[in-house]
């Protein structure tokens, strides 16, 4: 029997001092804030000193009902690159990174600052402020990928857009052998 309905609950969420137009143009960088963790959960953030990045699952709560019926998206941040709207290909919402979809989940990999009791402060966040915060995660090195591969027609659009991914070799879809990400 499949549910219909799923609930889950906030276990914090994102402060930034950044407003929603200087967020929405902070890609591929993000933006510095911080994670209030709601008191109830304050324990689960315990043994997460130490650790340089942090996973995000966030409610996109300021999707609406008609964008989260989106199936079909193009790559408009690449438009802040210089590709015009006429060469981004038309894709799948799960073949993307948009806000617009059924479930706005976000998931989003932020540096940790510095953590101060049940707040845990961190850049290159892409979440607005206010954005409720679902689940976090540790980034261990069993989430990074040493080689992956990304289609023809994205590999152009990172070509012609002079996209440099600061920790990958968009050459080669791999990871230098270096790399302590």
Known sequence: MRPELIVVKPIGYVHTSYDDAEVSQSWPRGVSGYIEILPEYIDGISGLEGFSHILILAWMHKVSEEKRRVLRVRYKRLLQAGIS?????????????????????????????????????????????????????????????????????????????????????????????????
């Open 85 to 181: 709207p006429e060469e981004l290909p038309e894709v799948g919402v799960f073949v993307s990174d948009s806000p617009h979809r059924p479930n706005p989940i976000a998931i989003t990999t932020a540096r940790i600052i510095k953590i101060e009791k049940n707040m845990i402060y961190v850049d290159g966040i892409d979440l607005y402020d206010g954005t409720p915060v679902l689940d976090l995660r540790a980034y261990m090195p069993h989430h990074s990928l040493r080689e992956f591969s990304i289609p023809d027609w994205y590999q152009h659009l990172l070509e012609k857009s002079g996209a440099r991914l600061e920790w990958r070799d968009p050459r080669r879809g791999k990871l230098p052998d270096d790399c302590d990400v």
